[in-house]
């Protein structure tokens, strides 16, 4: 598997709705269900986590990407590359999750209404709080 086939997987996702647990292209997808779907299209087996709230809080989501056999933590957030996942904070607790396309990032986005790609600004770069590869990528 390489980076190109994981953008290509997200990239099928662009323009679905947001819908809160959402996991289903075209119908609609969050965040965590961009991650579930581009795992399962590239034929990966995450593990998938429903009854989370809108925002999560007390260290949820950093557990449930800590518990994907099919993420590896990066080290060194400033070595991410396209293809990886990135978990973001807003303001108190990382609660977003998208994947970064190099130049833009990729991710379904309540503010927006759908699953999106836009420039991965100084502004968003600076949100990022960790970085996780798809183990068998080749880089």
């Known amino acids: 598997m390489t980076a190109d086939d994981i ?3 997200a ?5 679905t709705p947001f819908r809160h647990q959402g996991r289903q292209i075209g119908v609609g997808l969050d965040c965590a269900g961009l991650l579930i ?11 998938d986590v429903d009854g989370y709230g809108r925002s999560p809080a007390g260290g949820l989501l950093e557990y449930a990407l800590d518990r994907q056999t099919c993420l590896q933590p990066v080290t060194d957030i400033s070595t991410r ?15 977003h999750l998208a994947i970064d396309a190099g130049a833009t990032m ?8 759908k699953c999106c790609e836009h420039r991965l600004s100084l502004q968003w770069a600076a949100r990022i709080v960790r970085v996780y590869r798809f183990a068998g990528v080749e880089t």
């Open 11 to 15: 990239r099928s996702c662009l323009e």
């Open 106 to 113: 990729i991710h379904a986005y309540a503010k927006v209404g």
């Open 7 to 9: 953008l290509l997987a």
């Open 81 to 95: 590359q396209p293809g990886d996942l990135l978990l973001l904070r807003f303001s108190a607790d990382p609660q």
């Open 37 to 47: 779907v581009v795992a399962q299209q590239l034929g990966l087996d995450p593990v």
